[in-house]
């Protein structure tokens, strides 16, 4: 059983996904609007954030920037829009999945699901902490077991997915990469997204990257492979 907070100005809204949400066996709790969330989540521990983005007092964007600040909670993101911008906007401040507006309880429910396996694999349990495992070339520092990355001796901050994708392209390096492999190995067998959202997440990682961007070479017809010797 998971705890989900469920946050949307329509009630109606909130009423479908928490009747979904504990006929699956989860604990739900509901926030009116994104300030409402916030305080919440100041004082309560959730699995994942199921957030809308536009509601009154404080938008689901605004709200997710709050929350990033103190948490990496998963957010899945709806919305009544679907246009790119607001889909990269919310990537790149670290939601883990957008869903548009009307649909389906059941896919939604999957997508959480999905969510859910991807980031309570491998939990700590304890014990002696790992000997830190880092990649470094040039001015680029990668620790794996700390999660952390740096350019130039300067720490930046990546989104959950754009840490897994580097991570994950950095461990394959010079080997060329399908998107439907990293789509599969990053987000999972069962998402429900496609090339779009990897290509998104790539341009936000290549931005964030600054001038290692080149390291991620794109492979026309096939994906991508991390080189660091181009």
């Known amino acids: 059983m998971y705890k989900i907070l469920v946050t949307d100005d329509e009630e109606k809204i909130r009423e479908l996904i928490g009747k979904y949400a504990k006929f699956e066996g989860h604990a739900v709790d509901f926030a009116v609007d994104g300030m409402d969330a916030v305080e919440k989540c100041k004082t309560n521990t959730y699995d994942i954030l199921i957030m809308d983005i536009m509601m ?3 938008d689901g964007f605004s709200a997710c920037r709050e929350i990033r600040k103190t948490s990496d909670v998963p957010i899945l993101m709806l919305s009544a829009r679907g246009e790119e911008y607001d889909k990269i906007n919310g990537f790149e401040l670290g939601i883990d999945d957008y869903v548009v507006k009307p649909f389906s ?8 699901d999905a969510i859910l396996k991807r980031t309570k694999k491998g939990t700590a349990t304890g014990g002696a902490a ?3 495992d880092v990649y470094r070339c040039e001015g680029l ?3 794996f ?3 952390r990355v740096h350019i130039d001796g300067k720490e930046i901050a990546l989104s959950p997915k754009e840490y897994d994708l580097l991570f994950y392209m950095i461990r394959n390096k010079d080997i060329a990469l399908s998107r439907e492999q990293l789509i599969s190995k990053v987000w999972g067998y069962d998402f429900f997204g496609g090339d779009r959202t ?5 341009k936000l990682l290549r931005k964030s990257l600054g001038a290692y961007s080149r390291f ?3 492979l026309r017809g096939v994906g991508y492979r991390y080189s660091d010797e181009n």
């Open 105 to 112: 309880p059941k896919e939604l429910m999957l997508r959480v």
């Open 216 to 218: 991620i070479v794109t």
């Open 56 to 58: 009154p007092n404080l």
């Open 130 to 132: 790992p000997a830190a």
């Open 141 to 143: 520092s990668v620790n």
């Open 145 to 147: 077991t700390a999660r």
């Open 198 to 202: 990897l290509d998104t997440h790539i």
